[in-house]
């Protein structure tokens, strides 16, 4: 189990801006986490649902999971990451920039790592800006990159 970086302040997280924050524990992406994720948000596209058309059409050979799946798996990636001590509550705040380099096909592991790029004060707490890379177990590139921001309050 990966283990987070925990700050003991807001002013030892600053300190932290430019720091890599390692690495996550590999999830599996399976075919049933690809379907609940089209039945939750809709998107059924051929090309992450019906592995038989997937593997007949589609230049992946498989089917594929979805980029906002692989942004979705953030929130889970992150508490793996780092942890600021004496937090009430944490809301992700937004994300400043997000692209999708490669393809996840059914059946990869992927894991994230983190640099802390921007750490500010909020009433009753802290923002902070971590850059996430989200990568595939034996890819060349990564399956997401992206500025996540998130608020904690203490």
């Given at each position: 189990?990966a ?5 003991s ?5 600053k300190?932290?801006?430019g720091?890599?924050?390692g690495y ?11 379907d609940?994720f ?8 051929w090309i ?6 997937a593997a007949k059409?589609?230049?992946f050979?498989?089917?594929?999971a ?6 979705s798996l ?9 942890g600021l001590?004496g ?5 992700n705040?937004?994300?400043n ?6 393809p996840v ?9 983190g640099t802390?790029t ?10 902070v ?11 060349e590139?990564?399956?997401c990159v992206a ?8």
């Amino acid at each position: 189990m990966a283990e987070p970086r925990v700050f003991s302040s807001p002013e030892e997280l600053k300190g932290a801006v430019g720091d890599r924050l390692g690495y996550t524990d590999w999830i599996e992406i399976d075919q049933r986490r690809i379907d609940l994720f089209a039945e939750a948000t809709g998107d059924h596209q051929w090309i992450h649902v019906d592995p038989e058309r997937a593997a007949k059409e589609s230049p992946f050979g498989t089917t594929i999971a979805h980029g906002y799946l692989t942004l979705s798996l953030l929130p889970l990636f992150a508490p793996q990451l780092m942890g600021l001590a004496g937090v009430k509550m944490g809301v992700n705040y937004g994300t400043n920039k997000v692209r999708f380099p490669a393809p996840v096909p059914v059946g990869s592991r992927v894991r994230a790592t983190g640099t802390v790029t921007d750490v500010s004060e909020v009433t009753g707490g802290v923002q902070v800006t971590v850059a996430f890379t989200v990568e595939r177990e034996g890819g060349e590139k990564p399956v997401c990159v992206a500025e996540s921001v998130s608020r904690f309050y203490l």
